[in-house]
């Protein structure tokens, strides 16, 4: 649904939690006598061989201070880690370069432990009232791996370094017959393939035994390449799939999936589940030419007896280049306790990622580069009151508990963020439902075509500290809330909070901050920046009764004084901007774009930049 098809309507009841907070001068603090209860924050394992994946979960915590801590405590982690790649920055994402690897704003996260050793994981909230550690203890998998449990492959006689005691196999090239050293009927669980050298397979090929498991790469230079031959793949065949409800704890590598023998037109998938699994990590896994490299998709687990959700899912660090043609994806792919961080796609012709079913979720500091048609970030849900092995999971028919932040959007057609129902209702059976989803510190730009940064057709919703420049686009509306057909859900309690809206572009009145459909219910949109100098008649909120207050009220003429468009860091203010304690108290935001503290005083600073 675009912008002109939007109703006028009536919004109701506006959200006044935190009204009653003391509030001082360059300080905020909680009502006298707050409580803030941790103890439900958990982590979803603590122990295993590096590379170890862990979800940090604190979705159900509880505080005296607000009916919705998911949304409005904001926690803070730290993953103890002091040297090696865990406390790198990110190389993708809106804070590419500058956002830690060890530490995450968030009410749940995601942390890849590489280096062996014992950590103390904190979580605190932004004031310091409550505080909560983890030990984690990451085995070495040289120990974990010893001796002849390891594999290493080359497709000649080099081995350029591989672990003491193991077992050395030479002049091999066919995948499926280095992956036949793992079985159930010995202890081999860690195949390791040597750098710069191709294995290649005419057939799909799958791992099926229990963890803990490692295929990786071995020796320096280029990651190894998983090569598929062509012919010999049917249509949506994985290259390399991970199937069984009984296995846990493997970890797919510095490995290259490669689809060019099918060139632009193959329609091969290259890795994921197709049976129920739990705690599978995809690390610096990359794809060439393959229609959708990372793929599970929940409805598959319908049809196969004793399966379930996948649970402890981590995609982190991948890239995807050389999309083909017929309706690739970067990702299609349902899970709970997921972590999607650090990834580099583009290039795709559909969705750059398409989440059929999330349950508890992160999905952050990730470039998604332009896809011709579609979404970045495409997440909806199981049909509503359908039995599934989705509608079992943790959202109990929705999807839930979902975090998107820090993320780099640079390109889409329509909307770089859809959040809710597939469809508009008119093909039958859409009644897709999501509730507790968070929208923040994302960098919305680049796209001719676009309409709509963030679409969000579902309830209980937050949008803050989004920074959104809509130049060039072909419609300008950051943040659209609406109801998508007439038998789906219908947006309720959606709270949009200190975004920062911007365009450049030379329109007629089509700049609309956030706009309504009149159907959604209780939106409330306070302390939004707008400025568009080039619009007939720009506007922060469209829409009948939405309760907003501290907004820009004039985006044409308010000139927020930027120190530049150009970048997402540029969107900071400067000295004698207006957006300069010109916002309303009250509103449950801690941090800003950036990751400063907010001081929250009685007239804080408006928009996604504190000053």
């Known amino acids: 649904m675009k912008r002109r098809s939007f109703l006028a309507g009536a919004i109701s009841a506006a959200w006044g939690a935190y009204a009653n907070a003391a509030v001082l001068r360059g300080t905020r603090v909680y009502p006298s006598g707050s409580t803030l209860d941790l103890s439900t924050a958990v982590a979803s394992r603590t122990t295993g061989a590096a590379p170890l994946y862990v979800f940090f979960d604190a979705s159900q915590i509880t505080s005296t201070t607000t009916t919705r801590p998911f949304h409005d405590v904001e926690l803070r982690w730290n993953f103890g880690e002091t040297?090696?790649?865990?406390v790198a920055t990110w190389g993708t994402g809106s804070g590419a370069g500058v956002n830690s690897r060890n530490t995450h704003y968030g009410p749940m996260a995601g942390h890849v432990f590489e280096t062996p050793g014992t950590y103390t994981v904190t979580v605190n909230d932004a004031l310091g009232l409550a505080s909560k550690t983890f030990s984690i203890t990451v085995d070495d998998p040289d120990v974990t791996f010893a001796g002849a449990k390891t594999v290493c492959f080359s497709n000649d006689t080099s081995h350029a370094s591989p672990p003491a005691g193991a077992t050395l196999v030479n002049n091999v090239s066919?995948?499926?017959?280095?992956?036949?050293?793992?079985?159930?009927?010995?202890?081999?669980?860690?195949?390791l393939f040597e750098r710069g050298h191709t294995f290649t397979t005419s057939t799909s090929l799958v791992v099926n035994i229990t963890g803990p498991g490692h295929i990786g790469a071995t020796g320096s230079g280029a990651k190894p390449i998983f090569k598929a031959l062509s012919p010999g793949f049917s249509p949506n065949d994985l290259i390399l799939a991970f199937s069984n409800p009984a296995m846990s704890d493997w970890r797919l590598a510095d490995i290259k999936l490669d689809a060019t023998a099918y060139g632009s037109a193959n329609v091969i998938s290259g890795t994921g589940m197709t049976g129920g699994c739990d705690n599978v990590l995809f690390l610096r896994v990359d794809a060439d030419t393959v229609r959708v490299p990372f793929i599970a998709d929940p409805g598959s687990l319908d049809f196969q007896t004793g399966s379930h959700i996948w649970r402890g899912v981590g995609i982190v660090d991948c890239t995807i280049a050389n999309a083909p043609t017929g309706g690739s994806y970067g990702a299609y792919f349902g899970g709970e306790q997921l972590f999607f961080a650090g990834n580099n796609f583009g290039g795709t012709d559909s969705h750059s990622s398409r989440w059929p079913y999330l349950g508890k979720a992160v999905l952050a500091n990730n470039t998604m580069g332009l896809c011709a048609d579609r979404h970045q970030f495409k997440i909806h849900a199981p049909q509503w009151g359908s039995s599934t092995k989705a509608t079992a999971g943790v959202g109990q028919g929705y999807s839930r508990w979902i975090q998107v932040s820090d993320n780099d959007l640079s390109g889409v057609n329509p909307y770089q963020i859809a959040l809710g129902v597939e469809n508009d209702g008119t093909l039958g059976g859409e009644d897709?439902?999501?509730?507790?989803?968070?929208?923040?510190?994302?960098?919305?730009?680049?796209?001719?075509?676009?309409?709509?940064?963030?679409?969000?057709?579902?309830a209980e919703t937050t949008s803050r500290n989004n920074v959104i420049n809509l130049t060039g686009w072909s419609d300008h509306v950051g943040v659209g809330i609406a109801r998508r057909g007439p038998a789906t859900q219908v947006p309720d309690q959606v709270r949009v909070f200190n975004n920062t809206v911007y365009s450049n572009s030379t329109s007629t009145a089509s700049f609309r901050g956030v706009l309504t459909d009149g159907v959604a219910t209780n939106v409330t949109v306070k302390n939004c920046l707008g400025y568009a100098p080039n619009d007939s008649a720009p506007v922060m909120t469209s829409g009948a009764n939405i309760t907003a207050a501290g907004n820009t009220a004039a985006p044409k003429t308010s000139n927020p004084l930027f120190v530049g468009t150009a970048t997402y860091v540029g969107f900071k203010i400067q000295s004698g901007s207006p957006a300069i304690a010109a916002g309303v108290s009250g509103v449950p935001v801690w941090s800003d774009a950036y990751m400063s503290t907010r001081s929250n005083t009685t007239t804080p600073d408006v928009g996604a930049a504190k000053f």
Do not use: K, M
């Open 83 to 86: 040297t090696g790649p865990g």
């Open 174 to 191: 066919d995948l499926g017959t280095c992956l036949a050293y793992a079985t159930s009927g010995n202890t081999v669980r860690r195949l």
């Open 432 to 458: 897709q439902r999501i509730i507790d989803a968070i929208l923040e510190r994302n960098w919305h730009h680049g796209s001719a075509g676009g309409t709509v940064a963030q679409y969000i057709f579902c």
